[in-house]
């Protein structure tokens, strides 16, 4: 027999996941389940599933899983979503509030429009920046990129023209990579002017996904270190725009938008008959 989990769907800038409440619907084969409601044509369809739970040095836990069964250590637009769902879930009345990742605790800054959260402004800690950019050949090309850290592996390539990257062709190969080899999160920038960067994604787990908090955040770290830009910017996506300040002390504050798609049942794994 099969037990019912209720689950959300929400997406920051299009970045869309499924979302449990496992206080209330404990969710005991994540892997496997993310693979199955992932799925758009038999599932739910989504980026991958989000378990929110209990924290013993935070106010919630958050895992994420990928639409491939992969876990992954952050998501920048996760983040934000959980901050909407449990504030509108009446799971807390906190305005900042903290949540416990794999890259370590998040504070999340919650904006009201009445009694509905409107944008969500997360601490996304210290970036980490290779010094010295380095090469990869993938689909007979060549990319120079620097790789850099939010607590998950990224790779940013900067280019003039973004519009003429294949990403489905050569996101998945720089993914697994030689150089990485824990797999890496790809990002494409197309500087645009000082404060603003066109950024694509190929995510580690994922693939071509609509919007990255952690990329995009990895991207201003990046294209700043360079000098390309400022330590403030816009990030344009497929999926929306993430405004990304590199504050005084060094940590980085991402602001952007949470959206309640829709909620529903679905058929959890199967339980042992008695």
């Known amino acids: 027999m099969t037990n019912k989990i209720h689950f959300h769907k929400m997406h920051g800038s299009g970045n869309d996941y499924i979302y449990v409440n496992t206080l209330q619907y404990p969710v005991t084969d994540p ?16 980026d991958g599933l989000v378990l929110i ?20 250590m952050m998501c920048g637009n996760a983040t934000r979503c959980i901050g909407k769902y449990v504030y509108e879930q009446g799971l807390t009345s906190k305005t900042v509030l903290t949540l416990d990742t794999l890259s370590g605790i998040k504070t999340v800054k919650l904006h009201l429009d009445g009694r509905q959260v409107h944008t969500v402004t997360v601490d996304m800690g210290t ?13 007979g090309q060549t990319f120079e990129g620097t790789a850099a850290s939010m607590g998950n592996p990224h790779f940013v390539i900067t280019v003039d023209d973004i519009d003429r990257i294949d ?3 050569v996101g998945p190969l720089i993914e ?6 824990d797999r890496t999160n790809v990002e494409f920038a197309e500087v645009k002017d000082r404060g603003n960067i066109r950024m694509r994604v190929w995510e580690r787990g994922s693939g071509i996904t609509m919007a990255c908090g952690t990329g995009a955040c990895a991207t201003l770290a990046v294209c700043a270190s360079r000098g390309l830009t400022g330590r403030e910017a816009n990030i344009l996506m497929d999926g929306g725009t993430l405004s990304i300040l590199w504050d005084e002390d060094r940590r980085i504050q991402m602001t952007g938008d949470a959206v309640h798609v829709f909620e529903g049942d679905i058929d959890g794994p199967e339980e042992d008959g008695g």
């Not at 892997?31 to 989504?46: D, F, L």
């Not at 639409?67 to 992954?72: L, T, V, Y």
């Open 31 to 46: 892997e496997k389940m993310a693979k199955r409601w992932s799925e758009y044509h038999t599932g739910i369809g989504s």
């Open 53 to 72: 739970g209990k924290s013993d040095r935070a106010d919630f836990s958050m895992r994420i899983f990928n639409a491939d069964g992969s876990e992954a």
């Open 176 to 181: 697994r990579d030689p150089l990485f080899p």
């Open 127 to 139: 970036p980490e920046v290779d010094a010295k950019p380095v090469t990869v050949t993938a689909g």
């Open 167 to 169: 990403l489905a062709a």
